[in-house]
């Protein structure tokens, strides 16, 4: 059992209804999870992963955030830090961090998940980092919307084929193929449209306090909906565009096959696709026969809203309806719970968890490999003992 003092810590930071309408059924408190760490997956560049098995709350604190760096974090004295914003504008600007700080800002929860999250999972095994469920998380993000600044320097173009291209102060050469021209920023482009949706943040914050420097201080992009590796960290240059950039990581990296007219096409990842994670039990878990066991995750999507998680924990074969926590917030996780009554049975289950959002989009079963090593949202099953 655990302390009582810790318990009623966890229960402060866990979702209220669900908890009254346990302990009102006189079932048990939530399990009770401590904070173990992030996991390194690569010391250097810094690639760390949340330990997805110890989720526990809505807004995860930054020491819990995963990070996810391509090149060593560079060193920025926000003392000299300027933003650049130039190529199709009416006026050229660098603005300095408190120009920036002047102008509206806003506070909101949005949910980063690195397009490689899951990848451990893949078969045939795919390259990069091998995450498993935790590149993932939930934040709070304070800073000025992208368009506010685009207005500022009056964007020139009328082209809707225009983008704005975010470039972050970071740089190194990628040696192994496909290889880049040189060292290269790294660099990710928005097309025009959503760079004006106002969720789009550049932002200083994370979770009230100034950004640290694995998490893009001084300033970094928020694109809420999109994976991660839009929301480009130590921002130093906006360049607006007439065509579509078809930078390093644009195209050799964060791409994926569409078919087009049946013919297999590269196209620049973005949205978030459906996806519903489970946190506990853990693979291989030893769960009590008989009983009632809290099956916990979460779920998230891109555009939309989370509209029903489905829990099996028969391989597949039938499924229920999970209880979605607290109130749905776009562009940010929810958490979820299904009270599974253990079968009599000992031996090995088949868990799983399947999302749909508010566009009737359901996580797929299979993997499609057009997808190559990213967007890993089919189910992933958690095997686990009932003893
Ligand atoms: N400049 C820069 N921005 C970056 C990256 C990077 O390597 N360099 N990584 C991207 C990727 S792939 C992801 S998933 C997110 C991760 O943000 P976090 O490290 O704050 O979790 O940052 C994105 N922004
Ligand atoms: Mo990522």
């Given at each position: 059992?655990p302390?009582?003092?810790d318990f ?12 009254l309408a346990r ?7 939530p ?9 390194v997956?690569?010391a250097?560049?810094?690639n760390?992963?949340?330990p997805?098995t ?6 995860l604190?930054?020491?819990?955030f995963?990070?996810?760096?391509h ?10 830090w300027k933003l650049k ?5 009416e ?5 300095t961090?408190?120009?920036?700080k002047?102008l ?8 980063l ?5 899951g990848?451990?999972?893949l078969?045939p095994?795919?390259?990069g980092?091998a995450w498993q469920?935790g590149?993932?998380?939930n934040a709070e993000w304070t800073?000025?919307?992208?368009a ?10 009328k082209?809707?084929?225009a983008?704005?291209v975010l470039?972050g102060?970071?740089?190194?050469a990628?040696t192994?193929d496909p ?5 290269i920023h790294?660099a990710?482009s928005?097309?025009i449209?959503?760079a004006r949706q106002?969720e789009v943040?550049?932002a200083?914050?994370?979770n ?11 300033l970094?992009?928020?694109?809420p909906?999109w ?5 480009v960290?130590?921002l130093t ?12 990581w644009?195209?050799?990296h964060?791409?994926?096959?569409v078919r087009e007219?049946g013919l297999?096409v ?7 696709q ?6 506990r039990?853990?693979l291989?878990e030893?769960?009590p026969?008989?009983?009632?066991h ?6 998230w ?6 509209a029903?998680?489905e829990?099996?924990t028969?391989g ?12 749905s ?5 929810r ?7 253990t079968?009599?049975r ?7 968890a ?10 797929p ?8 090593g990213y ?5 992933i099953p958690?095997?686990v003992?009932?003893?």
């Amino acid at each position: 059992m655990p302390h009582r003092r810790d318990f009623l810590r966890s229960a402060a930071a866990l979702p209220a209804l669900p908890l009254l309408a346990r302990r009102a059924a006189g079932q048990p408190p939530p399990d009770v999870v401590s904070f173990s760490g992030l996991i390194v997956r690569e010391a250097e560049p810094r690639n760390l992963e949340f330990p997805f098995t110890t989720l526990d709350r809505f807004v995860l604190p930054t020491e819990r955030f995963y990070v996810r760096n391509h090149f060593a974090v560079p060193k920025i004295d926000p003392a000299d830090w300027k933003l650049k914003v130039e190529g199709a504008v009416e006026k050229p600007l660098e603005l300095t961090l408190d120009e920036l700080k002047k102008l509206p800002s806003a506070t909101r929860p949005v949910t980063l998940e690195c397009a490689g999250n899951g990848r451990v999972f893949l078969t045939p095994k795919a390259s990069g980092v091998a995450w498993q469920l935790g590149a993932v998380g939930n934040a709070e993000w304070t800073g000025v919307s992208l368009a506010a600044v685009l207005d500022r320097a009056g964007v020139s173009t009328k082209a809707d084929t225009a983008e704005v291209v975010l470039e972050g102060a970071d740089q190194g050469a990628i040696t192994a193929d496909p290889k880049s021209p040189g060292p290269i920023h790294f660099a990710r482009s928005l097309p025009i449209r959503k760079a004006r949706q106002p969720e789009v943040m550049l932002a200083w914050a994370m979770n009230g306090a100034d950004l640290t420097p694995d998490h893009g201080s001084p300033l970094r992009a928020v694109v809420p909906g999109w994976y991660g590796m839009a929301s480009v960290k130590w921002l130093t240059r906006l360049v607006v565009t007439e065509r579509p950039f078809r930078g390093w990581w644009q195209t050799l990296h964060y791409s994926y096959f569409v078919r087009e007219g049946g013919l297999p096409v590269l196209r620049s990842l973005s949205e978030i696709q459906v996806k519903a994670s489970i946190a506990r039990p853990a693979l291989g878990e030893v769960v009590p026969a008989k009983s009632t066991h809290r099956v916990f995750g979460a779920a998230w999507t891109g555009e939309g809203e989370i509209a029903r998680v489905e829990v099996s924990t028969d391989g597949g074969t039938t499924w229920a309806d999970a209880t979605l926590i607290d109130k749905s917030v776009k562009y940010c996780w929810r958490l979820w719970e299904y009270l599974w009554k253990t079968p009599d049975r000992r031996g090995k289950y088949t868990l799983m968890a399947r999302a749909t959002d508010s566009r009737g989009r359901t996580q797929p079963a299979q993997r499609n490999p057009d997808l190559r090593g990213y967007a890993i949202h089919h189910v992933i099953p958690v095997e686990v003992e009932v003893r």
